[in-house]
């Protein structure tokens, strides 16, 4: 156990709903990242906060995709209109800093399939 | 092409036995580099960071050649329990980035 929780550990869902995940990093950690893991794949990254300011999107984060850290500790990913292409693993990481050295540890992550 | 590459996979080998991965990356700019280990339906897990001057950390040896832009990592008398993906990580510092970079990852199955 790493210290990051992430819940639901599995959804499914009907496409076309929306579904939201939680990641609560390890206490005091200032940088979380979100990460997409579909099969025979790795992780790719989706977002980042560095406390609660989202500094980074990458082109896989759709506008059906929103991210938020409002208090600078958990953080919730949302996806709106969820389409079958959606279903993947979503990986939350938590890092201490912005040190080159410091690791990132993942969460378990939430299974997500949409039917 | 893919920003970080890996052996295709996967690899079967009997108890016992050392295993190679190798992997290369693109990004000349690159500055930080891991292994990290993921069990079926499991989280990644790091393995170890990779140093210039190559690691250890018992059964498993890491090496990095920047000019080759290349990853390795050695298995020593590989255990059931090494039985795993094993996915080659690179982290790149510009602006105020630091996400990993992930390969594909190499399956690795020990047999005993």
């Known amino acids: 156990d790493t210290g990051v929780s992430q819940d639901p550990r599995h959804k499914i869902t009907k496409r076309g709903q929306n579904v939201t995940f939680r990641c609560d990093p390890i206490s005091e950690h200032n940088r979380l990242y979100w990460y997409r893991q579909t099969l025979g794949q790795g992780p790719e990254f989706l977002t980042y906060?560095?406390?609660?300011?989202?500094?980074?999107k990458s082109r896989l984060l759709s506008d059906r995709f929103s991210a938020e850290r409002p208090k600078g500790s958990f953080s919730t990913l949302e996806i709106q209109r969820t389409e079958q292409g959606d279903s993947a693993m979503y990986l939350c990481?938590?890092?201490?800093?912005?040190?080159?050295?410091?690791?990132?540890?993942f969460g378990p992550g939430t299974r997500l399939t949409v039917l | 092409r893919k920003e970080v590459e890996q052996d295709p996979g996967p690899f079967n080998v009997p108890e016992g036995a050392t295993v190679a991965f190798n992997c290369t990356y693109s990004n000349s700019a690159s500055q930080s580099f891991f292994w990290y280990r993921q069990d079926c339906r499991k989280e990644p897990k790091l393995l170890m960071s990779v140093y210039s001057s190559g690691n250890e950390d018992g059964r498993f040896t890491a090496q990095l050649n920047r000019a080759s832009q290349y990853i390795s990592l050695l298995i020593r008398d590989s255990k059931l329990s090494d039985s795993a993906t094993y996915l080659c990580?690179?982290?790149?510092?510009?602006?105020?980035?630091?996400?990993?970079?992930f390969g594909k990852g190499t399956k690795l199955s020990v047999k005993p």
């Open positions: 990580v690179v982290k790149n510092y510009g602006g105020s980035q630091g996400n990993l970079i």
């Open positions: 906060f560095q406390n609660e300011a989202q500094l980074e």
């Open positions: 990481a938590s890092q201490r800093g912005g040190m080159i050295a410091d690791t990132q540890y």
